[in-house]
């Protein structure tokens, strides 16, 4: 039977935790690896893609297991309101709160509150990083092959970014032009301008969606950006509209790696093309490039990092 502990549970512990499928018994023994954005996770898109199979079947139910799949949600919902567990509860957010609102999140006031609390805690909160040839990648954020990056705050939010390699390379920066509040990003389309002089380069967006807030002060004054590239230098907050096709897009994992070292292999054949092979000798890129060696030009420089 069907059952959701009420008791005093434990919340944030950072062992791995069931996903919500196992959660609600309709699978046995999976543990979510992808903290709870299922957005990018294959066993969810294929166990979904089952259910709705099953939803439109004539005959429901049948001998074979994946025959009797379905969602979470509607497994969760044959339970008593009051004991059904909310979602931060099945993360281990907090302690046992009921769902109230058939796991509708956008009509719980609970689950608003706590996305706006929880969006100004992983902000600030310190990112893992690893080092690759002199820059920075972050763990757990999607990379564009552009050069910005997506950090998931929700099921349906994101932040989004510029990467450590494009503001050293291209910076320092008089200027960003970030869309406003309302205006729609789309995916591998221009999305950010930045300056330099007289100088100007797009930025591609790294997903869809419609903008829910802006780092304005970022847009004057982008140095900021460049002391905490996936923290506080953050430019807008986008309420996405298609994450589970276009995140499959974007760099992840061991591949941001093999994605940045292939970056600065590009910027030194720039170099060896303009300067010779002595150019490039093995060494670190400085920041500035096109300010330490104007003769390379700011816009050829910018089209090689962005426009891979």
């Known amino acids: 039977m069907l059952s959701f502990s009420t008791s005093n549970q434990q919340a944030g512990s950072p062992a791995p935790r069931p996903c919500y499928w196992a959660q609600a018994q309709v699978v046995k023994n999976k543990e979510c690896t992808r903290n709870f ?132 390379i291209l910076g320092p920066l008089d200027a960003i032009d970030i869309p406003v509040l309302g205006k729609r990003l789309s995916q591998d389309q221009p999305g950010f301008i930045l300056h330099r002089g007289q100088h100007s380069v797009a930025v591609l967006a790294p997903l869809s969606g419609v903008i829910t807030d802006v780092q304005t002060e970022l847009g004057e004054d982008p140095a900021p950006a460049l002391d905490d590239p996936y923290g506080r230098g953050w430019l807008v907050r986008v309420k996405a509209s298609d994450l589970r096709r276009e995140l499959p897009r974007l760099i992840l994992g061991v591949e941001s790696a093999d994605f940045l070292g292939q970056s600065v292999n590009r910027v030194f054949s720039l170099l060896e093309e303009e300067y010779g092979p002595l150019a490039a000798d093995g060494g670190d890129l400085a920041p500035d490039l096109a300010g330490q060696l104007p003769e390379m030009g700011w816009e050829r420089l910018a089209d090689a990092v962005l426009r891979p």
């Open 37 to 168: 954005q299922c957005q990018s996770c294959p066993f969810d898109r294929a166990l979904r893609k089952q259910a709705a199979m099953n939803a439109t079947r004539k005959t429901k139910g049948g001998t074979r297991l994946k025959d009797r799949i379905e969602t979470w949600q509607d497994r969760l919902r044959q339970l008593p309101v009051l004991q059904r567990p909310c979602i931060h509860t099945m993360r281990g957010e907090i302690t046992f709160r009921p769902c109230t609102e058939n796991y509708v999140c956008a009509e719980c006031n609970f689950h608003q509150y706590f996305q706006d609390i929880y969006s100004v805690y992983t902000v600030l909160s310190p990112v893992d990083l690893l080092e690759c040839r002199g820059f920075h990648i972050p763990q757990g954020y999607y990379l564009h092959p552009g050069h910005s990056w997506v950090k998931l705050e929700s099921e349906d939010t994101v932040r989004i970014g510029l990467d450590e390699f494009a503001l050293k």
